[in-house]
């Protein structure tokens, strides 16, 4: 099962995400869910702000376009990317997430 889905006019990314890291980085896949390396502390809400830039950057689209939607408070996340098409999200992760070959068969 892939990460990434449709939700209505939006795409949801489900993560994990690893605070504290060495470097923060879009780290491949951990399960069914797309791992998140993150140099922040879960400490204030650091975490999720620095998931959410990092996921932005590498999508392409603004910050305020990615919110947390489930698990502020859990290392297991479901991201919220506005303005964005599956299809669009799959090309931007398939460097991180090696998503087309899976696709394709």
Known sequence: MSPISQKGDAVSLSVR????????GVAGRYGEQIRICLKSAPVDNAANKECCELV??????????????????????????????????????????????????
């Open 17 to 24: 995400v690893q605070p504290r890291s060495s470097k923060s």
């Open 56 to 105: 932005a950057k590498a999508l392409g689209v603004p910050r305020s376009a990615v919110s947390v939607m489930n698990g502020a408070s859990s290392r297991s996340k479901v991201l919220k990317v506005d303005g964005l098409t599956l299809e669009a999200a799959r090309v931007a992760l398939a460097p991180y997430l090696d998503e087309m070959k899976e696709n394709r068969g």
